[in-house]
């Protein structure tokens, strides 16, 4: 079993509205979760990373279940650049700073 | 965030050969990862380089095919040596933020593009 699962996608989204998608993990020790977005032969940029509380940044929303062991990304209000691949990264369980990455959920946002 | 420069940002190599990818960051930092990707899957963590002391490999590479040099807080090689097409892929080296806030978080280079015929 992967650490980190996600959806491979592609989401097809309309220009201006809501998609949204999950990731599971497998290590409840973990401690500290991303998202990143990739694009087509570029680095991953980290996008946000994601709080027990929730958080929100402009159109991204981000969502912790511990219990469950997923994180959500929603993005709202959909642009045409928004279209990458969005990678959930979660670290080890340790207190330093390895990762495990996601295979990515690729969004292709259309006009 | 760090501003992380890698050299070559690309190459294509003849198998059996060996090359060396530098990876420099802005600012000084503790720890600079190595990681992989191969065509249309994720990264995988080659290893850990700390300043001072051994890289740490992660299962299923060794310092023998991926030598790493941290000769300061700034700087590091990855050496992919005797290679094969099996390594043809992107190199990725990254550091975590020098925002001690930022818990794990970690940025990039923008990759070695490697291909090996």
């Known amino acids: 079993r992967k650490e980190v699962e996600q959806d491979p996608g592609p989401f097809n989204v309309p220009e201006g509205a809501t998609v949204a998608f999950n990731c599971t993990y497998s290590n409840s020790a973990s401690q500290s979760f991303f998202w990143y977005r990739q694009d087509c032969r570029k680095e991953p940029k980290l996008l946000m990373s994601v709080y027990s509380s929730g958080n929100e940044d402009g159109r991204f929303t981000a969502q912790l279940n511990r219990a469950s062991q997923y994180i959500s990304l929603l993005i709202r209000d959909s642009k045409l650049s928004d279209s990458a691949t969005y990678l959930c990264?979660?670290?080890?369980?340790?207190?330093?700073?390895?990762?495990?990455f996601g295979a990515g959920t690729q969004v292709v946002v259309t006009p | 965030s760090a501003v992380i420069s890698q050299k070559p940002s690309r190459d294509i190599c003849q198998r059996g050969t060996s090359l060396t990818i530098q990876c420099q960051v802005d600012?000084?930092?503790?720890?600079m990862f190595w990681y992989r990707q191969q065509p249309g899957q994720s990264l995988t963590l080659i290893a850990t380089a700390n300043q001072g002391s051994e890289a740490t490999y992660e299962s299923g590479f060794v310092i023998d095919k991926f030598p790493i040099s941290r000769p300061n807080l700034t700087f590091s090689t990855l050496t992919v040596s005797n290679m094969s097409p099996e390594d043809s892929s992107i190199y990725l080296c990254?550091?975590?933020?020098?925002?001690?806030?930022?818990?794990?978080?970690?940025?990039f280079g923008p990759g070695t593009r490697l291909t090996v015929l």
């Open positions: 990254s550091v975590e933020s020098p925002d001690r806030s930022s818990y794990n978080e970690q940025f």
């Open positions: 990264v979660v670290n080890g369980g340790d207190s330093w700073g390895k990762l495990q």
């Open positions: 600012s000084q930092v503790t720890m």
